[in-house]
């Protein structure tokens, strides 16, 4: 059996003050201590137990009881993992992909092939190198991200949220892609772009499938153009940099500058190479960290309850991430280095908060007049 056992402390009130406060107000705060009941039934009203509630009045103290079986327990453990997330996540970014292909290849015979005035590109010519030294920096922002994977302990709950954040991101992108096309950016968009032919299912199909198998990358000299609003590039290398700079340990955080320098270089390069118009890595920039510190500050609610009280929960991607986060600790993970297959058979110091949420106990205070408790 658990127990959350939750105790009025005493105010600091003078004496001869307590006839003058209200019955609430002499009990200041409560003090509770949960474990991985807090989210299980988030609708329960505990003021008024029923006889058969788990919360219980006992000598002024109440006392919320689980069970805690042996069956629970091997259910919990078995579902921790979650493939039915990894297979739902999985399709999520592929599909979120292949809208953006299928959407490029529809386009490309509608897009005009006179580019549009730009602030930068009145002030720097087109340089070509610039373009092989973006994808560089695309590449660097990746590998630091996969480093980062290999060596942290929650590196599957990193790997979950940095997949949800671009899918959504890429949802978004083959949006903004359909309702509006833009010229290509470059200088001689003719000898750039591939010709114009009339619409065919045939064509259609073809050019989706060759995206799809080349996952999106085009030759330089022979692309489907109208592919810029809002960058690609800057997306993924906004979200590796942020998640490299949340999820490194304090004890290296100032490695993060490596990620931030590789990003801010590569976004330069994206505009001066004319990849892409400024505006496309701007709102690139600022999607990218809409997306990632929303799911973030939705995830640092310390209870289940109060982030679906919260205005974010209103917003229909925080509902996925609700169910994405159904078996993970309320609140910011703990940085920690865990090399894999490195002791392997030892027991670490620290519980895992994505895979053994039973030993978490966790304390928090409460208004006391306050008649809903997180269990």
Not at 48 to 63: K, L, W, Y
Not at 107 to 133: G, K
Not at 305 to 334: A, F, H, T
Request: net charge neutral.
């Amino acid at each position: 059996m658990r127990e959350i056992m939750i105790r009025a402390v005493a105010p600091t009130t003078s004496t001869h003050l307590l006839p003058l406060l209200s019955p609430a107000a002499k009990m200041t705060s409560d003090t509770i201590t949960t474990d991985d009941s807090v989210c299980e039934e988030t609708g329960t009203n505990s003021t008024n137990p029923s006889p058969n509630h788990p919360a219980i009045m006992e000598d002024g103290v109440r006392t919320i009881r689980g069970t805690n079986t042996t069956n629970s327990t091997s259910e919990s453990s078995s579902n921790t993992f979650g493939w039915h997330k990894c297979i739902f996540l999985f399709f999520y970014l592929f599909f979120a992909g292949m809208s953006n292909w299928a959407v490029l290849a529809y386009t490309h015979d509608y897009v005009p092939r006179e580019a549009l005035p730009d602030l930068i590109f009145s002030l720097v010519d087109e340089r070509a190198w610039a373009s092989i030294i973006g994808d560089i920096c695309v590449a660097l922002c990746i590998v630091f991200l996969a480093l980062l994977l290999v060596v942290h302990k929650h590196r599957g709950t990193i790997l979950r949220r940095v997949v949800f954040c671009a899918g959504t991101l890429y949802w978004m992108r083959s949006v903004t892609l359909a309702v509006t096309q833009l010229p290509s950016s470059y200088t001689e968009n003719e000898k750039k772009c591939r010709e114009r032919v009339n619409s065919q299912i045939s064509v259609f199909l073809d050019r989706l499938i060759e995206q799809t198998i080349r996952f999106g990358f085009q030759s330089k000299n022979a692309m489907l153009c109208g592919d810029l609003l809002f960058s690609g590039h800057t997306l993924v290398m906004v979200t590796c940099s942020l998640s490299v700079a949340y999820y490194l340990p304090r004890s290296v955080k100032s490695l993060q500058w490596l990620s931030h320098i590789s990003c801010f270089i590569g976004m330069i390069c994206m505009i001066i190479s004319r990849t892409h118009y400024t505006i496309d890595v701007v709102i690139a920039y600022w999607l990218s960290n809409f997306v990632f510190r929303v799911y973030h500050a939705f995830c640092e609610v310390d209870m289940c309850m109060e982030r679906q009280k919260s205005i974010l929960y209103s917003w229909w991607p925080c509902r996925i991430v609700d169910w994405l986060e159904e078996n993970q600790i309320p609140g910011r993970l703990e940085n920690h280095i865990n090399l894999p297959f490195y002791k392997k058979h030892q027991k670490s110091s620290m519980p895992d908060s994505s895979t053994d949420i039973r030993q978490h106990h966790k304390q928090v205070s409460i208004s006391s007049s306050s008649s809903t408790y997180p269990c």
